[in-house]
């Protein structure tokens, strides 16, 4: 990093070389903080102040690159498709609508897991969540901070997978149960240590679309409390983000077809669905 700041200021005049360090100095401050929003900064001050700094910023540090992002594009109107195409409704609806039981959450999760297919689980609740009451998805998309989904993603699903950094984990390990189980067990590791030392913890966490200590408290849950799975239930919120949800190429975060084309394309779901959970064929659930 000090070698590219010294090699932008080898020919620049003393005068403004001064201010390329001096503007370095402030973005490497920014940018090293722990938060998304002071590595943003880092980058707009880059830009604002009319140097290549950014550039440099972006290549070494890297770990809010969405976040600063999505700060950048918070008024983009770019445009997505649906979350779902219209064609795809009978398909969802006869997903969601066969539960094995009143507890969902656990009774899936756990069939999943005996199935060794934690996708398994994230196809069953894909449906879910897509076809949730009118009026839960934003039309434009929601906002806060530096967090924004695209039109029709469900705010507080995104957000949950976006505070618990479920939305950086790899797309293929989905298909991989080991390397799932390890992943669960690694990340309940780490929302321990997270939790831990949060100022304010509340006994009975709920989601929100604006509170991340909240929604990491909610998603800690999923380790121990919410599920006999111990840590490896964590696997089932986890494939939930992975196949559902992700960063746009705009920063934003979106759902179902906006981030895969192939998201709930019934002759890739029902397999899944059926060696899981024992759910109709294709052709039965059309």
């Known amino acids: 990093m000090l070698f590219a700041i010294k090699s932008a200021t080898k020919d620049a005049p003393l005068k403004q070389g001064k201010r390329i360090l001096i503007d370095a100095s402030m973005i490497l401050f920014l940018t090293l903080q722990s938060t998304p929003e002071t590595y943003a900064q ?65 009774s899936e999760c756990s069939a999943a897991y005996d199935a060794q297919d934690f996708a398994a689980f994230a196809m069953k609740n894909a449906a879910r ?17 530096i967090f924004h989904t695209a039109p029709g993603t469900w705010a507080t699903g995104a957000r949950i997978c976006y505070d618990a950094g479920f939305l950086d984990l790899s797309k293929e390990a989905l298909w991989n149960f080991t390397e799932m189980r390890a992943l669960s067990e690694a990340k309940c ?37 919410d599920n006999h799975l111990g840590k490896y239930g964590l696997g089932c919120a986890m ?3 992975i196949y559902s949800y992700c960063f746009l190429a705009d920063g934003r975060v979106g759902q179902g077809k906006q981030c895969n084309s192939s998201w709930m394309e019934p002759g890739l779901v029902s397999p899944h669905l059926e060696a899981a959970f024992g759910f109709s064929s294709r052709k039965e659930m059309l």
């Open 129 to 145: 969540r897509a076809l949730m009451p009118e009026g839960t998805y934003p039309l434009h998309g929601f906002s806060h901070g």
């Open 239 to 241: 494939a939930n983000c």
């Open 42 to 106: 880092g980058c707009l001050f880059s830009e604002e102040r009319g140097n290549d700094i950014a550039v440099l910023m972006l290549q070494s540090n890297a770990r809010h690159v969405h976040a600063a992002q999505s700060l950048k594009n918070r008024s983009s109107n770019r445009s997505v498709g649906p979350v779902f195409e219209a064609e795809q409704a009978p398909f969802l609806n006869a997903v969601q609508s066969q539960q094995l039981s009143l507890d969902w959450f656990t």
């Open 189 to 225: 590791n780490e929302l321990a240590d997270t939790v831990a030392s949060l100022e304010h913890r509340s006994a009975t966490p709920v989601m929100s679309e604006t509170d991340s200590g909240m929604n990491q408290q909610y998603v800690f849950r999923k380790c121990s409390i």
